[in-house]
Nanobody, 116 residues
Framework: VQLQASGGGLVQAGGSLRLSCAAS????????MGWFRQAPGKEREFVAR????????YYAESVKGRFTVSKHNAENTVYLQMNSLKPEDTAVYYC??????????WGQGTQVTVSS
């Protein structure tokens, strides 16, 4: 399974960006897909995830109310709409997919930079 993330960029504080992540490869049945991020000098952290069949979403407290994760099952794509961006949201954002307990598949990462 390959994951291709896109949509990062440079935006001013208060602005918005939409990330996309398309999954391809062998036939798969994800349990969920998610977004993580890693800022310079920090560990990778969970941002949001969505259950593939049920569509239930989960968010880190730091992004709740500002970010929205969604999916398009037919296109095997997950999105992350990021609004009211803050400088502390600056990071490399990674999408990931799991079919069981472990996040086995990761995208290449896309840079999001929020200027103050």
């Amino acid at each position: 399974v390959q994951l291709q993330a896109s949509g990062g960029g440079l935006v001013q504080a208060g602005g918005s960006l939409r990330l996309s992540c398309a999954a391809s490869g062998r036939t798969f049945s994800p349990y969920d897909m998610g977004w993580f991020r890693q800022a310079p000098g920090k560990e990778r952290e969970f941002v949001a995830r969505i259950l593939w069949n049920a569509g239930i979403t989960y968010y880190a407290e730091s992004v709740k109310g500002r970010f929205t994760v969604s999916k398009h099952n037919a296109e095997n794509t997950v999105y992350l709409q990021m609004n009211s961006l803050k400088p502390e949201d600056t990071a490399v954002y990674y999408c990931a997919l799991r079919e069981s307990a472990n996040w086995d598949y990761w995208g290449q990462g896309t840079q999001v930079t929020v200027s103050s």
